[in-house]
């Protein structure tokens, strides 16, 4: 009997630590983007999986959404999400979104600027290093590396 309640055991804890890691990232989001764009489309779909509810907003005037956000000039990228308090710049990786949300920050937003191959919404493989920065007032501050 013991043998069988410890893999159970195991099993639940092991679920219950997955969901309270999802359980951090909001489940709503509006992802502003330029009409054209089909790889913030992706990312949008990305998101989705994860289990976030994004709306897509297509025609959204992205320089008045960047300012609006506080995006540092030079750090922009396709498309910007506003998920929870937060907003999102460009195609940040899961694992440094869920960091994020664990951390909870006092800052603006999170980015990764420009369209990086191999992130999530954008095909090939990874070349280089992702440098993830926090921002707050047009001001970046680094946040991790992937």
């Known amino acids: 009997m013991r043998r069988v309640f410890t893999p159970l055991l195991l099993a639940g804890l092991t679920s219950l630590s997955a969901t309270a890691a999802q359980a ?19 990312y949008a779909r990305h ?26 000039y030079g750090k922009g990228s396709c ?3 506003k998920i929870g ?18 951390d909870a920050p006092a800052t603006a937003g999170i ?10 919404g954008m095909p090939g493989a990874k070349t280089e290093p992702y440098h993830v920065y926090t921002f707050s007032e047009h001001e970046a501050a680094s946040y991790m590396t992937l």
């Open 111 to 120: 980015g990764l600027a420009g369209m990086p191959i191999g992130t999530p």
């Open 24 to 42: 951090a990232l909001p489940e709503t989001a509006t992802l502003y983007k330029n009409p054209q764009c089909l790889c913030c489309d992706a």
């Open 79 to 81: 498309h910007t999400v």
């Open 47 to 72: 998101l989705e999986a994860q289990g976030v509810d994004v709306s897509v907003v297509s025609d959204a005037d992205m320089n008045e959404i960047k300012t609006r956000a506080g995006v540092p």
């Open 85 to 102: 308090d937060y907003w999102i710049e460009g195609h940040v990786p899961m694992a440094a979104l869920e960091a994020f949300f664990d």
